[in-house]
């Protein structure tokens, strides 16, 4: 049984940081493409980031680019989300998904997902 298991939200202020964990169980985690996805109230769920295998090929939202940085530890089977700069924008939910064949900014190409993590940033 695949898990996907968030951690890491909660309420920050307008340019803080904080840094999602996701860690699975279940799967070869090296051989899966692991992305982050959010959905705020009201919304559509959007990408945010994605990481191949080896963590070489990453693929940032432009939302993201320059404040988020993605990673991986095939070891300990997790994918970290590290966010800075936090903007009222950025509240939502975060989500974890595996891939085992795509690693675009599809939602539809994900297997797997997490239960989420709620991210609130404050003005």
């Known amino acids: 049984q695949v898990q996907l298991v968030e951690s890491g939200g909660g309420l920050v202020q307008v340019g803080g940081s904080l840094r999602l964990s996701c860690a699975a169980s279940g799967l070869t985690f090296s051989t899966y493409r692991m992305a982050w996805f959010r959905q705020a109230p009201g919304k559509e769920r959007e990408f945010v980031a994605a990481?191949?295998?080896?963590?070489?090929?990453?693929n940032y939202a432009d939302s993201a680019k320059g404040r988020f940085t993605i990673s991986r530890d095939n070891a300990k089977k997790t994918v970290l989300l590290q966010m800075n700069s936090l903007k009222p924008e950025d509240t939502a939910v975060y989500y974890c998904?595996?891939?085992?064949?795509?690693?675009?900014?599809?939602?539809?190409?994900?297997?797997?997902w997490g239960q989420g993590t709620q991210v609130t940033v404050s003005s």
């Open positions: 990481i191949k295998w080896s963590g070489d090929y990453i």
């Open positions: 998904a595996a891939s085992f064949t795509g690693w675009g900014m599809d939602g539809g190409e994900y297997k797997y």
